[in-house]
């Protein structure tokens, strides 16, 4: 699919494609992810619209907790309403026009590429900011879109709460706890994984018997050692968590 084609299908679905990129956030939109500079990493975010909140799940392992607690929330409320349209788009566009989507998103791959070489640095992704979709299985054009990635020298991390996806990463992946899933969590760290846990004050030096880092200093997952707890502090609705999934 040619890209003015992507564009216009895009477009009709009510996604703003006049300015790039066209599906993933910039790299300063997110102050978290601002702070990858430090690292050495420029990253741009893919936030769609969380669970089923286009009406298409985009969250297979999400809890009832994990939903009420979900990082969409976070962030400037009075632009909610704008940004939760945009992320309904995306999510649409997706499910209904993937290879217009997928379009798009290489094009946004590439610039992503193109933009951090000429600053002299990492181009780093995260593509489910606010999903868990499992996009090292996701094709367009006879490649899935972390072999595209990497054939960029792009690096891909995320964040999952899918058990199968976080033992065995075809990319770097971080299982994430929720209320309901403390066994499985144990699993993944016993066998070298990382698991994201959100503390509701403060950081304690290990949850059950791992250390503990502070995954608030940036969210540059890939330069975190293995076998690792990464701490979180409880962010928008989360701060009022009541289901257990904040500890």
Known sequence: MLLSEA?????????????RPFLLSKPDSNPKVLKNMKKGVMTSPLHLAPANL?????????????????LHTAGNPVYMAGKARARIAKTKLYFEQREAFLTLLF???????????????????????TSDIP??????????????????????YDYT???????NPRYNITFSRTESNDLDCVEVLKAGGNVAVVFAKGL??????????NGDESDWRPGDQKGVVVGLKAKGKARNDASGFVV
């Open 135 to 156: 996009f090292e299985r996701v094709k367009h054009g006879g490649e899935t879109v972390i072999e595209y990635c990497e054939r960029l020298g792009v690096v891909a």
């Open 161 to 167: 709460k899918i058990k199968k996806r976080a033992i």
């Open 107 to 129: 094009e946004d791959i590439f610039w992503l590429a193109l933009r951090a070489n000429k600053q002299g640095l990492i181009a780093g992704i995260r593509l489910n900011a």
């Open 7 to 19: 564009k216009a299908i895009a477009t009709n679905h009510g996604v703003n494609v006049k300015s």
């Open 204 to 213: 304690p030096t290990s949850w059950q018997g791992f250390p503990v880092i």
């Open 54 to 70: 286009s009406g298409f799940n985009v969250c297979a392992g999400s809890s009832p907790g994990c939903v009420a607690a979900c």
